[in-house]
């Protein structure tokens, strides 16, 4: 995997006599589209409709990328068919654009509003297809496979780039590049054995948090310990396959000692465990032509590890929530990124912020902005992309966003059919959002609810009072 990213330039800019997505896609006609569209793929675009969008899409075909803007009519490729490209594609719909989503769900989420590719996330022909299709590529989830993530910077234009996937798909690249970008992070070690795991323990003292520096989510593949007698068990659960050679608290051996000497075949990193006041997340916007926007910060709460509200205003002081624009704006500057990047913070009791962790995507925490601020992070999305004039990021309303796990529901869905007497006492306008995923079930995401008010605590007490949540 590493090889595949370790090939690509960071940020690769397309040269001017590379042209464009249009003289790609321009490359690849042939008879291709409907070898891939055999193969899997809805194929609903006539070759003569693409002609058309490539050319709205090139309307300045002999500049670099940084310059090249993507205007509306354009179709936008997104790698990536759920909930997140579901609301990118209803926002730049709106905005005149085209969508066509790569997700191995049929009718995914994204698929309902737009043409879907239905194959598989690291299927070549299917990538190329996707490639073929669009005149803009951008993906709504991060473990992208490295060879797709090649073949469509080598065959459409990818703003956003592959350097950033390939540092947010790994802790210990992120919490290095957050770093270098001069923002903190909780002290960390990485950790190859469970020697070095007694050592980074015993440096940076317990209770400490023992991550997977891959796949991680919703609190998958972590452990809080508090005591030296969870070290070994917490090890042998994270690390598997490296339990073996580090019996003897010694280093490991043969392959796995010589792979560890690099920080990024570290399997776990041990992190410093910060008794935060609350947690917050910014989202951040850059475009190729550099002009950079933040979102207000929201606090979030999680049950089961699992976002359940994000409050905005976050209820800290005014000069944190600056801090912490200026902290994620810090970021997607010094990381050069294109699109959105979401800014996962600890707030500490006297104030200090510690980034926790990175997506280089919209983010559940952002969806309050689709009713609650000027430009919502999808339009937001879009415009970097799409090297627009960004949107302007400023809070009309307070809003808490609650989101409805497959358990919500049917609940929520009722409450919607009916007048909501809570609602209208407590002053609070929900306002739904449902994904359309076939399958619901406990813990999935189906939907959320933007609940606009005049005081966080009235939607607060409309969350508590309609008894859907608890559970
Ligand atoms: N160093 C830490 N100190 C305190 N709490 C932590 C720490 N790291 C993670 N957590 C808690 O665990 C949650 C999930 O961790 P995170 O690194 O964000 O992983 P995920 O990818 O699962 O979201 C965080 O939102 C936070 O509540
Ligand atoms: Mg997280």
Known sequence: ??????????????????GTAGAGAE???????????????????????????????????????FDRVIAPGATV?????????????????????????????????????SPQIVAAYDDIKAARELAQRADV??????????????????ESYVPQGSALLYTTQHRLREKAAIEAAGVPVAPYRKVASLADLKAAAAELGLPAVLKTVTGGYDGKGQ?????????????????????GAADGG??????????????????LVLEKFVPFRCEISVIAARSPRGEVKSFPP??????????????????????????????????????????????????????????????PRPHNSGHYTMDACATSQFEQHVRAVCNLPLGETELLTPVVMVNVLGQHLEGAAARFCGDDKEANQLGVIPKLHIYGKTESKTGRKMGHINLLCKDTAAALAWVEHTNLWRN
Do not use: W
Request: hydrophobic share 40%; glycine share 10%; net charge negative.
């Open 223 to 243: 452990a809080v310990l508090r005591s030296e007698d969870g070290l070994e068990d917490a090890f042998r659960r994270l690390a598997p396959e490296r339990a």
């Open 250 to 267: 010694g280093a490991v051996s043969g392959a796995a000692a010589g792979e560890a000497r690099s920080s990024e075949d570290a399997p």
């Open 1 to 18: 995997m590493r090889d595949a990213y370790g090939m690509l330039k960071p940020q690769r800019m397309l040269k001017p006599d590379e």
């Open 298 to 359: 929201a606090e979030n709460i999680h049950v089961n590890n699992i976002l359940h509200l994000s409050i905005v205003p976050a209820r800290i002081a005014e000069d944190i929530q600056r801090r912490a624009q200026e902290l994620a704006e810090k970021l997607v500057a010094g990381l050069n990124a294109v699109g959105l990047l979401a800014v996962e913070m600890f707030v500490t009791e006297d104030g200090e912020l510690f980034v926790n962790e990175l997506a």
């Open 27 to 65: 490359k690849l006609r042939g008879g291709q589209t409907q070898e891939a569209g055999a193969q899997g793929g809805n194929a609903v675009t006539e070759p003569a409709e693409r002609e058309t969008r490539s050319e709205a899409a090139a309307t300045k075909a002999d500049e670099p990328s």
């Open 137 to 154: 590529i951008t993906y709504e989830f991060e473990n992208v496979d490295a060879g797709v993530a090649a073949l469509l910077e080598e």
């Open 77 to 113: 490729g997104v790698l990536g068919g759920g909930q997140l490209g579901r609301m990118m594609a209803l926002a730049g719909s709106a905005m005149g654009y085209r969508f066509v989503s790569l997700d191995p769900t049929q009718d995914a989420p994204c698929g309902q509003v």
